[in-house]
């Protein structure tokens, strides 16, 4: 979509455009109704999931033809004007989603119960907008208007966060040189990886051609801007593989490494249960489906996981070897810890509450991640062409159908 500018913005009030045709319209809404007809207040668990894509404007307007093509907020007075003057789109987001819960046909049905997105500066102000529905420290979660005790949980998306940590872990020492990780006295770097790949593939080794991270290629060691938004090299290269391959090169230097990898691969495991026989086939009891409220991995997520990252950041806080002004290079970047707090409080409410519904028998985290977002904006990007408003309009019906 082309840039926009305020002076090309009428001022006048406009309708909302219909741009489907009727046929597609209708065929889309009829799916839609079938779809949410057995619904019920028992199993109608919704997400809501926002891209790392964002208007920046209330509206869009096609700079040529001056036409209205999307109108994200609608309020009483719909006019260019007032929308601009409202605030920024997240705020405007959630004024219009309180707005519709005073409707009491879609009080139960259409409230989300996740509101899942990216660590991106505009998600971590709709966030910020929440702050007063919770005491702790990070908002993970904001109280509905439809019911006493009802929550809307916020999610990050955790195949990104997986990605942002090996990011910080490939910058230490290495790459941009940004971070410099340590813990318990002992370095986290990227070179051990470099060293582990250069170890193990040694000529000169008792058993030549046999490898321990087999895996491990190239592009997992060089990373472009591309192969950085591959999930599986970051999964594949925080891996309990590469763990034990790095314990036996029997450094003692590596000791923090080693903690780091096995904590953030269990850490992904756990939020990665993707469907009933998972755990059977990867022999991995990580990836078992949460059955019960005292599953121990919920205890491992908020006392383990979470008190393995603040027990890092205190540390890197207190390093008096290092100047305050860089001890924040010290551990992973703070929107990455702070995406972690978040999910991990969010899934581990947001499951128990699940659990203890009699229709429930069992969670999968996998389901809360963002792929189906991803999917949709695949399918859009793979129709290829130059995209417009009315191309996308099309698509998004075609796409649906």
Not at 117 to 129: D, E, H, P, Y
Not at 163 to 188: D, M, P
Not at 288 to 295: L, R, T
Request: proline share 3%; with cysteine.
């Amino acid at each position: 979509m082309r840039a926009l500018k305020k002076t090309d913005i009428s001022h006048s009030s406009h309708q909302r455009n219909d741009l489907m045709s009727s046929g597609d319209k209708d065929k889309k809404l009829k799916l839609m109704k079938e779809r949410c007809t057995n619904l019920t207040k028992e199993n109608a668990i919704l997400r809501q999931q926002v891209n790392s894509m964002f208007v920046k404007e209330a509206l869009s307007i096609e700079k040529d033809e001056g036409e209205v093509l999307k109108e994200i907020f609608v309020g009483e007075e719909n006019s260019f004007k007032t929308l601009l003057k409202q605030g920024s789109p997240q705020e405007l987001l959630w004024q219009q989603q309180k707005e519709n819960l005073q409707n009491p046909p879609s009080r139960w049905r259409w409230h989300p119960d996740i509101i899942k997105c990216g660590r991106a500066s505009q998600n971590k102000k709709f966030f910020k907008l929440h702050e007063k529905h919770t005491t702790d420290a990070l908002t993970y979660f904001t109280k509905t208007l439809t019911g006493v005790g009802k929550r809307i949980y916020f999610f990050c998306d955790v195949p990104h966060l997986l990605k942002t940590t090996r990011n910080n872990w490939e910058n230490s020492g290495y790459n941009s040189r940004s971070r410099n990780l340590r813990f318990k006295g002992k370095e986290i770097r990227w070179t051990h990886l470099l060293s582990l790949q250069e170890w193990d593939q040694q000529l000169n080794a008792p058993s030549p051609g046999l490898r321990f991270v087999h895996k491990l290629t190239y592009e997992h060691l060089n990373l472009t801007p591309s192969l950085r938004m591959r999930v599986y090299l970051a999964a594949q290269v925080l891996s309990k593989t590469v763990a034990n391959a790095l314990e036996s090169m029997g450094k003692p230097e590596l000791s923090s490494t080693i903690l780091f990898i096995r904590t953030i691969n269990d850490w992904f495991d756990c939020l990665n249960v993707a469907n009933t026989k998972q755990h059977f086939q990867g022999r991995n009891a990580n990836l078992a489906p949460y059955k019960s409220v005292d599953d121990e991995r919920f205890k491992w997520l908020e006392n383990d996981f979470l008190g393995f990252l603040d027990e890092w950041y205190a540390e890197s806080q207190s390093a008096e070897d290092v100047p305050k002004k860089d001890r924040y290079k010290l551990f992973i970047s703070r929107e990455t810890y702070s995406g972690m707090h978040i999910t991990v409080k969010s899934f581990v409410s947001l499951a128990k509450e699940l659990l203890q519904n009699p229709s429930v028998e069992y969670v999968l985290s996998e389901k809360f991640s963002q792929d189906p977002l991803e999917e949709y904006f695949s399918k859009q990007r793979g129709c290829g062409g130059g995209m417009t408003i009315h191309l996308f309009s099309k698509l998004d019906t075609t796409c649906y159908l």
